[in-house]
């Protein structure tokens, strides 16, 4: 089993930015790919970004390429989203996710384990 604990959501006004973390325990964190993904009310769950094991490789949506980037830090076992650049569009429930096999897939039912969620609210 894998736990997955996220942080960092907030207020914050269009234009700022967030730097949202995903702490993972209960097994080893670094052959897993990472994930994050938002749902708004009333909207299915979107890919945001996701990251390989040893973060090599990177994968981004088409609507916060440019403005977001995804690291992580296997030492610390945790995963970050930098979001900045915000748009009221943005407002979402952000989730981390946790892959046990290879390649960064797009759909939320290719990933294993998941969080909670961490909301994230963008005033215009």
């Known amino acids: 089993q894998v736990q997955l604990v996220e942080s960092g959501g907030g207020l914050v006004q269009a234009g700022g930015s967030l730097r949202l973390s995903c702490a993972a325990s209960?097994?080893?964190?670094?052959?897993?790919?990472m994930g994050w993904f938002r749902q708004a009310p009333g909207k299915e769950r979107e890919f945001v970004a996701a990251i390989s094991g040893r973060g090599a490789y990177k994968q981004y949506a088409e609507f916060v390429k440019g403005r977001s980037a995804i690291f992580r830090d296997n030492a610390k076992n945790t995963v970050y989203l930098q979001m900045n650049s915000l748009i009221p569009e943005d407002t979402a429930n952000y989730y981390c996710?946790?892959?046990?096999?290879?390649?960064?897939?797009?759909?939320?039912?290719?990933?294993?384990?998941w969080g909670q969620g961490t909301q994230v609210t963008v005033s215009s």
């Open positions: 996710a946790a892959r046990i096999s290879g390649g960064l897939p797009v759909a939320p039912n290719e990933y294993d384990y």
């Open positions: 209960g097994r080893t964190f670094s052959p897993y790919a």
